[in-house]
């Protein structure tokens, strides 16, 4: 991956968390998914035994291939030796970047001034965080939000915070809404900027 990155120019961590975002794969999980596919060509072609397709596709024992193999076409290299179907397809991956904005682009930023809010804080990783942000929010509007709402007592342990701006907006959605337009149509070549986004 490091000498990917050095290749496009970039960090080895934005080379991984764009490739993630713009994929939806970890580098990792692209290149296992093409060599377990590539090895199924193989098999088919009865060319090259377990052993020798092990090591091709980078595994340290034929046992651990078989296992990886296994699990993702959902049988055995034996199972499907001479056979022409029953493996799981996985194709190189083509990336079209579509850039939009300018005149079409409806989007007006604000400034306002600081302001005192009060929530629950909780830090999300790139990689996993539009799948937990929702389950977040479910939690708090199921837990604290609704029984605040007939009648109950404002929630302890909340983090006070000052906000100088912010997006406004139907929860979760238009927060993972505004994340993907920044990074998709306001800074698609800014691989170096980061973002902070404050949820209300």
């Not at 020798?52 to 959902?74: N, Q, V």
């Not at 850039?99 to 400034?111: A, F, Q, R, S």
């Not at 629950?120 to 479910?138: G, H, L, N, S």
Request: charged share 25%; proline share 4%.
């Amino acid at each position: 991956m490091d000498d990917v990155a050095e290749e496009v120019h970039i960090s080895s961590y934005y080379l991984q968390k764009g490739f993630s975002i713009m994929t939806g794969y970890t580098i990792s999980e692209y290149i296992r998914c093409r060599r377990l596919y590539l090895a199924a060509l193989d098999v088919i072609a009865g060319k090259e035994g377990v052993l020798d397709l092990a090591y091709k596709y980078g595994y340290e024992t034929p046992e651990s291939f078989t296992k990886a193999f296994s699990r993702f076409h959902g049988a055995s290299p034996a199972q499907i030796k001479g056979k022409t179907s029953g493996i799981k397809p996985f194709l190189p991956l083509k990336v079209i970047v579509e850039i939009k904005g300018g005149t079409d682009m409806d989007v007006t930023v604000e400034k306002m001034n600081g302001f005192q809010v009060i929530g629950f804080e909780r830090v999300f990783e790139t990689e996993d965080a539009y799948e937990k942000i929702p389950k977040f929010w479910e939690e708090y509007r199921d837990n604290y939000l609704l029984p605040l709402l007939i009648g109950g007592k404002q929630p302890e342990n909340e983090t006070e915070r000052t906000v100088s701006e912010c997006c406004v907006g139907s929860m979760p959605g238009a927060l993972q809404s505004v994340n993907t337009q920044i990074f998709k149509e306001w800074l698609p070549g800014e691989a170096d900027d980061i973002i902070s986004i404050t949820v209300l």
